[in-house]
């Protein structure tokens, strides 16, 4: 089984663009999240999607939206960047089907840098 | 913020040696997972174990699960060069609802020298 890719792996922006960032899940998987990485504040949530719906969001601004489609593919929008933004985004998906046992499976990763 | 704190926060053993990382959270859990991370890659997970357990074995890995102390001890044996990661312990968020939600913790980044 194909794992979980992340597109495109890197990125590089501007202050006040905006950048689309995309995920595709295992195949059968219908839950996906999204991870920030970032060397001062480590690894944290940004929001979780399950059949096309926002099941859960971290604590992140409004400039920081997703989606899912109906294929339980992902993606995630940030908009008028900033340069804090810059951080590793990580896409992680997992069946969905009881939070007491899932794996979740993690994508390599899109390195984004804003400039 | 985080929910766990890894200690130590870097590890440098030899090679054969065994390497031990805890983790530390706040709040009652269902289950706990250990992950690693090569430098600036994605996350590799290694195992769970859920509330009810207290000893996981998985290969080289030994996890212990102490829910009175809200700890948790991954346990490397005989090292290798490899090993050679971050590693992170990740703990469900309890929300009272149906979440995949992890919240991760600090990480410790383990060096194996060769």
């Known amino acids: 089984k194909a794992g979980v890719t992340q597109t495109p792996r890197y990125l590089i922006k501007t202050r006040g663009q905006q950048v689309t960032l995309s995920c595709s899940p295992i195949s059968g998987h219908r839950s996906v999240s999204w991870y920030q990485q970032t060397p001062g504040q480590g690894l944290q949530f940004l929001f979780e999607y399950f059949s096309e719906t926002q099941r859960n969001k971290g604590n992140f601004p409004g400039r920081f939206s997703g989606r899912q489609f109906s294929n339980s593919r992902s993606e995630m929008n940030v908009s008028t960047l900033e340069l804090g933004d810059s951080a590793l985004y990580l896409c992680?998906?997992?069946?969905?089907?009881?939070?007491?046992?899932?794996?979740?499976?993690f994508g390599p990763g899109t390195r984004l840098t804003v400039l | 913020s985080q929910q766990g704190e890894e200690d130590p926060q870097a590890l440098s053993i030899q090679e054969g040696e065994n390497a031990t990382m805890n983790c530390s959270y706040k709040t009652s859990i269902n289950n706990l997972q250990w992950y690693r991370q090569n430098s600036g890659r994605g996350l590799v997970h290694l195992i769970l174990?859920?509330?009810?357990?207290r000893e996981k074995h998985s290969g080289r890995l030994r996890v212990t699960l102490d829910t009175s102390k809200k700890s948790s001890s991954l346990l490397i044996t005989a090292s290798r060069a490899a090993d050679t990661a971050s590693y992170f312990c990740?703990?469900?968020?309890?929300?009272?609802?149906?979440?995949?939600?992890?919240?991760f913790g600090t990480g410790t980044l383990l060096a194996v020298q060769p």
């Open positions: 174990i859920r509330s009810n357990e």
């Open positions: 992680a998906s997992s069946w969905g089907t009881s939070h007491r046992t899932d794996t979740q499976y």
């Open positions: 990740a703990t469900d968020a309890q929300d009272g609802g149906a979440t995949n939600k992890l919240i």
